[in-house]
């Protein structure tokens, strides 16, 4: 192991290194226009009360309808959704350009190919420098036929591998 | 898609079909024992500053000794590094017993296998429930030589599979 004393760049080494799953989180500004963003950063934070997190740079094109969202729709990806996830992060102007979307609970925007949806209330934005963590309760769902799933590592989408079994089990 | 209006099964539903990067969070409690955990929840939050996030469940083995130390190991695990995300989430007794680490910045647990390691330290433990939201700041790291990475995907460990490419461009 080779030291990296800088401490962003020891941060970009270690993230480059680090797999994410992919969703597409959306939500709706006051007058009900659609906002979303794809999101590596989506994670469980207890089943009981179903909770989930996720982080947005608050200078982001998504940011001041979230903070008067109510509700947001999470929606993980598979491989067959890469178009989308790369949709979701051009330009906004052209995120919700297209029909591949319905309002579903809440008017919230949801696309339908996604391999589920998740609709979470926001109990809290906690702003972290200019990042915020995005804590919210999970309500309801909506569940998909897509199988597999999509990642993103060292700033490429891949695919998901096979499943590993123990060598010494 | 089909709606799931368990609010519990919802999230479960979906945190089924998202994918997460294995990462491995060691510490030390003030005598300086070792403690850790096999983590799916590792995100970036932001590269200027350089802010990490994990989440733990305040009931977990290590969360006293998280409560109390000023820094943190994060470890991003390859598909090598199977059996040290098995023993991370093991009878904690069994985490530390081998000779595979070694103490390394401030102390702390390096597991030298690991394809990298961050150094955070602890910024703000933020409670939500049973469960919190910790945030690091990134202070350096070490760069392992492992390719690949380590997934968790429906409750079993998965390969990093190909690189895909958008079918529009």
């Not at 979230?66 to 999470?74: F, K, N, R």
């Not at 804590?135 to 799933?149: F, K, M, R």
Request: charged content about 20%; glycine content about 8%.
């Amino acid at each position: 192991v080779q030291p990296e004393l800088d401490p962003t760049a020891a941060l970009l080494a270690f993230f480059r290194r680090h797999a994410s799953g992919v969703a597409v989180i959306t939500m709706i500004d006051e007058a009900g226009k659609p906002y979303g963003f794809t999101a590596t950063s989506v994670t469980s934070l207890g089943a009981k009360p179903p909770l989930a997190t996720f982080n947005v740079a608050s200078g982001s094109s998504s940011w001041a309808a979230l903070c008067t969202s109510t509700y947001v729709a999470m929606h993980t990806l598979t491989d067959e959704n890469l178009d989308l996830a790369i949709k979701m992060s051009s330009p906004h102007e052209l995120r919700f350009a297209s029909d591949d979307w319905m309002r579903g609970p809440h008017d919230l925007p949801v696309f339908t190919a996604a391999s589920s949806v998740a609709i979470g209330k926001v109990r809290e934005i906690h702003n972290v420098e200019s990042n915020a963590v995005v804590i919210v309760d999970v309500e309801q769902g909506l569940v998909g036929e897509g199988q597999g799933a999509l990642l993103y590592f060292q700033r490429e989408y891949r695919r998901l591998g096979e499943a590993l079994t123990n060598r010494n089990s």
